[in-house]
């Protein structure tokens, strides 16, 4: 940091230069702050190194000019996107108002932290490690950052670029650009084909599945024609019971998405079948009511997941096997 005389000598150079739009030597500018010239060719080259002036060659001649550039300050107040400054320490000394937003703190307190220790972290203590090689110059890194803050994802393209700051050291500017809506999107498409995928894998019986809520999300067309339903009515409700009952009535693929299997056994006991490696649970049982009442149903719910494993809700699979338990059949009436 410059001590009280020097920043005074700055102000004294800059005051000089103001109104020289076409610069002057450093000869020229000693003459003009009063002091020596070799005091002056310091602080000339300091004020350089740091940005706050400029120098262009005429001739064997250095002339010396105000620096045009935009103060990086004024430009991080009005950056959209998330704007941190490393020292060579790796500890922040700037930050973009858009950043103190995001992380919900003032610009005070997260000044001197380092990357890994704010809430939430940007990067681990190991990735940390990594960057400080950046401090050497080079290329910039690209990375993606994945945050989780207050139960709320967010994704950003980062980039971590050598800087060299205003007292001359080695830096690091952090650039995060918010890329969360366009993840999200990507994820929900991917979770969408998996699961018509999913659907497609399942043999072609009458089927519809529920989310985690029990609100039916699809309804096929071959369950449409067996029950008069069509999809639109059904998808968004959790009126799927219709099909069976004549009153709300959980069923096998309610039970399965809420994990009571105790009450799945309860109910079927021996005749629900359980296959533990593909997940599935089907039971064969004489419907008297419901839409399609007075039939021998085998129906199959299967749990569905997402690529990290989450629960995303069950289908259910209706196979009508009335033909086939006809004696059975006229026992129950």
């Known amino acids: ?47 350089t190194a740091s940005g706050r002036l400029e120098l262009r060659m005429v001739g064997n ?12 300050g004024n430009l991080l107040n009005h950056a959209r996107e998330l704007i941190i400054v490393l020292d060579n320490d790796l500890r922040i000394v700037q930050a973009s108002g858009s950043f103190c937003t995001f992380t919900g703190a003032p ?21 940390e490690q990594e960057i400080t090689a950046l401090l050497n110059g080079g290329p910039a890194w690209r990375k993606e950052i994945h945050v989780l803050r207050n139960g709320t994802e967010y994704y950003f393209d980062s980039r971590f670029i050598p800087t060299v700051l205003e007292n001359t050291l080695p830096g690091i500017t952090l650039i995060l650009e918010d890329i969360t809506e366009r993840m ?70 309610d039970l399965l998405v809420d994990g009571n299997l105790e009450e799945i056994h309860n109910r079927w006991g021996g005749k629900c079948v359980h296959t533990p490696v593909e997940g599935k649970y089907q039971v064969t049982e004489f419907y008297p009511e419901g839409k399609v009442g007075g039939r021998w149903f085998r129906i199959t719910a299967t749990l569905i997941r997402d690529t990290a494993g989450n629960l995303t809700g069950a289908m259910e699979t209706i196979e009508d096997v009335s033909e086939k338990n006809r004696g059975q059949f006229i026992v129950q009436e």
């Not at 940007?122 to 990735?127: H, I, N, T, Y």
């Not at 009515?233 to 099909?243: F, L, R, Y």
Request: glycine share 4%; hydrophobic share 45%.
């Open 184 to 253: 999200l999107a990507q994820k929900a498409s991917l979770e969408r084909d998996r699961l018509l995928q999913t659907l497609f894998q399942i043999p072609k019986e009458p089927q519809f599945f529920i989310n985690r809520n029990h609100k039916v999300v699809y309804w096929d067309r071959a369950l449409e024609i067996m029950t008069g339903i069509k999809a639109e009515e059904m998808v968004g409700t959790s009126n799927h019971w219709q099909v069976f009952y004549a009153c709300p009535h959980p069923g096998l693929v």
């Open 107 to 127: 610009l005070g307190s997260i000044l001197h932290a380092r990357l890994s220790s704010l809430s939430p972290p940007l990067v681990s203590v190991s990735e």
């Open 1 to 47: 940091m410059a001590s009280s005389h020097q920043a005074d000598e700055f102000i004294r150079i800059q005051d000089v230069l103001k109104d020289q739009p076409f610069g002057l030597s450093i000869k020229e500018i000693a003459a003009a702050a009063s002091m020596s010239r070799n005091s002056a060719a310091k602080y000339l080259d300091i004020l």
């Open 61 to 72: 001649a250095k002339l010396y000019t105000l620096s045009t550039r935009v103060p990086v």
